[in-house]
C-alpha cells in the first residue's frame, strides 16, 4: 500500500471511530492527494463509495471500514477487484448513473407532429 493510501486508510478509520462527516478538502488535507486531480475525482467513481457515502453537500462518512486490515481495504478500493466481480460489491450509486444503466433498448419519444417518410413508398398514395 502507497503511503497516500495507507494515509486514506488511517483517516477513513478514525473519522468512522469517530462519526463524523468530512469533506473533499479534508482527505485532500489527511492523504496528501491532490484535491482535483484525484480526490475529487475518485469521489466521483464507484470505487470510492465502497468505503464512504455521501452525507450531504460536499460531505462524507467512512463506511464500515474499521475492522478492515490493509488488505480488506485494498481490495475493496481495488479497480481491479471491481471490474471482476461488480455484482458482489455494495456500491451507492448517484441517480445519473442508475438513469444511465436503464436498458438501451428502450423505445425513444418522438417528437410531436407528423411522421417523416422515410421510404418511397410512405410518399405513394
Avoid at 462527516?21 to 484525484?38: K, M, N, P, S, V
Avoid at 456500491?91 to 417528437?111: A, D, Y
Wanted: proline share 8%; hydrophobic share 35%.
Amino acid at each position: 500500500m502507497n503511503p497516500k493510501m495507507q494515509a486514506f486508510f488511517v483517516f477513513l478509520k478514525k473519522m468512522e471511530r469517530s462519526k463524523k462527516a468530512f469533506t473533499a478538502e479534508d482527505i485532500a488535507d489527511a492523504t496528501g492527494y491532490e484535491l482535483i486531480g484525484t480526490v475529487k475525482t475518485n469521489l466521483g467513481k464507484p470505487v470510492w463509495r465502497n468505503v464512504l457515502r455521501k452525507t450531504g453537500p460536499g460531505q462524507y462518512m467512512a463506511l464500515d471500514v474499521g475492522d478492515l486490515t490493509e488488505e480488506e481495504f485494498m481490495l475493496r478500493v481495488s479497480v481491479k477487484n471491481m471490474l471482476q466481480s461488480p455484482a458482489s460489491a455494495h456500491v451507492h450509486e448517484t441517480l445519473s448513473e442508475r438513469l444511465f444503466t436503464l436498458p438501451q433498448g428502450l423505445p425513444s419519444r418522438r417528437p410531436c407532429g407528423p411522421r417523416k417518410p422515410q421510404y418511397l413508398e410512405d410518399l405513394l398514395p
